[in-house]
């Protein structure tokens, strides 16, 4: 673990402060704001959050990409993607194409649409890259992700988004794919509607140019922190397109060409 942040609080208290942002539903300030954080410092954070979750019965199903976008790096001054975990008890399934979801359980919830991996064969060795992803890939899924921060008003530094789970609210799958993992998934395109209306379009090259390569950068990344991507894991590769606020009532129904629609309603 890095040594303790200049000017703040220690790991553990950061840590124990956006768990209760995220319990109470009560934003915080930007950590940024009062204490000198580095990456390495934000990661620790978001590590211990997850210690505390654990310990509470919480389930790591995989993780998420943020900041795949190079127009979204530029804003916050950094040259690569983060990464946070996916934690099962936000994990919305769907019945029947639709999920309904609780609104009140989040902060200032963003709605995205991308693309899943169904991790099939380990990814443990440096130096993963985009064909090893799609060799170890047993299903791709179209996936609206729900982005949420703890953080007032999105005030978000990369380490203020990277501490707080990158920026995790939830997430729901569409069905896995097999056959997608022969598509081009660079040209693959996306739409996402917002109340019956067309909202948002994208592609894949969106997610760092090819949404394999996002999830090769995570592999690694892990690997250098001493983690691996396992059989079974599930990894949001990054959003297609600009997210959208929600707000109670709100319809989302993600196309992408392909799988069968899908749809979450903020109840």
Do not use: C
């Not at 440096?126 to 949420?148: C, M, N, R, S």
């Not at 899908?262 to 109840?267: D, K, P």
């Amino acid at each position: 673990m890095p040594e303790q942040p200049v000017g703040g609080e220690d790991i553990d208290a950061i840590a124990r402060r956006l768990d209760n942002a995220w319990e109470q539903r009560q934003p915080l300030a930007p950590l940024s704001a009062s204490m000198a954080l580095t990456p390495e410092h934000a990661y620790a954070i978001q590590s211990r959050w997850t210690d505390l979750r654990l310990a509470r019965g919480e389930r790591v199903i995989g993780r998420k990409i943020g900041l795949t976008s190079r127009a979204i790096q530029q804003q916050l001054g950094v040259n690569e993607p983060d990464y946070g975990s996916l934690w099962a008890s936000r994990y919305f399934p769907l019945a029947g194409g639709r999920v309904d979801v609780p609104a009140d359980l989040f902060v200032q919830a963003r709605v995205e649409g991308e693309l899943a991996f169904l991790i099939g064969r380990p990814l443990r060795e440096p130096g993963v890259t985009l064909h090893d992803v799609l060799a170890a890939t047993d299903a791709i899924a179209a996936a609206i992700e729900i982005v949420d921060s703890r953080i007032a008003d999105w005030r978000i530094t990369l380490v203020d988004t990277v501490a707080d789970n990158a920026s995790y609210g939830g997430f729901t799958l569409g069905p896995w794919s097999r056959a997608l993992r022969s598509v081009d998934l660079r040209t693959i395109g996306m739409l996402l509607h917002h109340n019956g209306e067309p909202a948002v379009q994208g592609i894949g090259a969106a997610a760092l140019g090819h949404p394999a390569r996002a999830v090769a950068w995570l592999a690694n990344k892990l690997i250098a922190f001493g983690i691996n991507l396992e059989p079974g894991d599930i990894v949001l590769s990054g959003s297609l397109g600009p997210a959208i606020p929600m707000r109670t009532g709100d319809l989302f129904t993600l196309e992408i060409h392909g799988p069968p629609p899908l749809s979450m309603r903020f109840v």
